[in-house]
């Protein structure tokens, strides 16, 4: 069960960052301005939609785990709950590389418009 806990308070982390850059990316000034982004395809509600459902499959690992009568059912609540937690973990780290390559857009090219080499 501390296991479980401490992946609890993991997720809780990387779903508040993932969240928090998905605000950050969203507000990024776009180069066109087509007036902002579609509904769905925008950073927060996909950012959203995406954290709870990893917040819906933690939830489901830890309730299989905590009722598991064999090994196997044990097997899949811990399979569900490092799943949703390595996915989380892997929106964050996406989160972080489009962040930064927003922040360097334009920084590899030079005033031509072509790549530096």
Aim: charged share 15%; glycine share 10%; net charge positive.
């Amino acid at each position: 069960m501390a296991m479980y806990i401490g992946t609890l308070i993991v997720m809780a982390l990387l779903s508040v960052t993932t969240l928090s850059l998905g605000k950050v990316i969203d507000k990024h000034p776009k180069a066109e301005s087509t007036g902002g982004y579609p509904a769905w395809s925008s950073p927060v509600p996909a950012t959203r939609i995406f954290t709870a459902f990893s917040d819906i499959l933690l939830i489901a690992g830890g309730g299989v785990m905590y009722v598991a009568t064999d090994k196997y059912v044990l097997t899949l609540g811990i399979a569900m709950v490092m799943g949703a937690m390595l996915t989380l973990f892997t929106a964050a780290a996406m989160s972080f590389a489009v962040l930064s390559a927003l922040n360097s857009k334009g920084k590899w090219r030079d005033s031509d418009g072509h790549v530096r080499v």
